[in-house]
């Protein structure tokens, strides 16, 4: 029933490993995307692809890699982890990309990275 | 200037009496937007969205939205303790269906 989904829900590492979230939605959207909620719970937009092509490449560092299968799955792989990586890392979906009536967005229920 | 802004709170209300949640944004050409819901440790539930300036209600929360002042609301009435939670804007941008979200107001609503 779960419409986003993403494993794993916490994931504590330690700096310089490196470590895959993944995510699913199950609602038949084109569009999907990853945030990034700090520790002042400020929510600020990663990645997005829409039908597995990149349409959306904000300024994060390269050690952050997003990959997309197919279209109902997003996956984050992060490379050599540092202390500032902590974050809730969020999926979410939406019909499309853009355009009134189709960019309603849904979260998954996140990813709460902890690097020690 | 931050393109989403919001009071970050904490805004108390008391049960039943209407909360009144503000943001503004700096994009003139923005069209879509968007509120939010996250309760602590829990994903952001999208409530409302508003494309059209005026009001537009659905049950007891209202959205209003004034381009010319670039300025769009969310009415709560009837407050509920159920409704304490951070109430998140977003703006959408054009290009690609990139929301910006403001920083959120925390609301709490004593019984």
């Known amino acids: 029933d779960t419409a986003v989904s993403q494993t794993p829900k916490y994931l504590v590492t330690q700096m310089g490993n490196d470590k895959s979230i993944k995510c699913e939605q199950n609602l038949g959207h084109d569009t999907m995307y990853w945030y990034k909620q700090d520790s002042k719970k400020f929510l600020k937009i990663m990645f997005s692809y829409n039908n597995k092509e990149l349409i959306i490449n904000e300024t994060v560092p390269n050690r952050f890699s997003p990959k997309s299968p197919d279209k109902a799955h997003l996956n984050l792989h992060i490379n050599s982890l540092e202390l500032g990586d902590s974050a809730v890392y969020f999926c979410?979906?939406?019909?499309?990309?853009?355009?009134?009536?189709?960019?309603?967005?849904?979260f998954g229920p996140g990813t709460r990275l902890t690097v020690l | 200037q931050k393109e989403v802004e919001q009071n970050s709170g904490p805004l108390s209300v008391p049960e039943g009496a209407i909360a009144s949640l503000n943001c503004t944004y700096s994009d003139r050409g923005s069209q879509s937007f968007f509120w939010y819901r996250q309760y602590s440790g829990k994903s952001p539930e999208l409530i409302m969205f508003i494309y059209s300036n005026g009001d537009k209600e659905d049950g007891r929360f209202t959205a209003q939205l004034n381009k010319a002042s670039q300025y769009v609301s969310l009415l709560i009435r009837d407050s509920q303790p159920s409704d304490s939670a951070t109430y998140l804007c977003a703006v959408l941008k054009n290009q690609g269906g990139k929301l910006i979200f403001g920083q959120g107001t925390e609301l709490s609503v004593k019984p």
């Open positions: 979410a979906s939406s019909q499309g990309p853009g355009g009134l009536g189709i960019n309603e967005q849904f």
